[in-house]
């Protein structure tokens, strides 16, 4: 087991996992992170997939950002057209 790394937590509740971490767990922007409790530790670790019955908001994101990695591009030029739209309508 290596050394331990201190970091603090920003107002908002952020912490900056280093880079040395998210390249040996293979963790990118917009990879999707688990977050458990136990015994009152937190525990961080990267899924591929959301569990199932996990509607959240933040999974139904997560589940999203994942998914339009692995989508053509005329797919998600489509999404974004898609979801421009809706933005439009809403402000109207």
Known sequence: MSKP???LMDHRGRVLI???FREAADMEYGGILALNLC???????KVELIEVGDQSPEAVEAY???AIKT???SIRLSLI????????????
Request: aromatic share 4%; glycine share 10%; net charge neutral.
């Open 5 to 7: 790394v201190y970091k």
């Open 64 to 66: 999203v950002r994942a």
């Open 39 to 45: 015994d009152g530790q937190v525990m961080v670790r």
């Open 18 to 20: 280093p880079k040395e």
């Open 71 to 73: 989508m053509p591009d």
């Open 81 to 92: 057209s898609d979801l421009s739209g809706l933005v439009q309508q809403k402000g109207e």
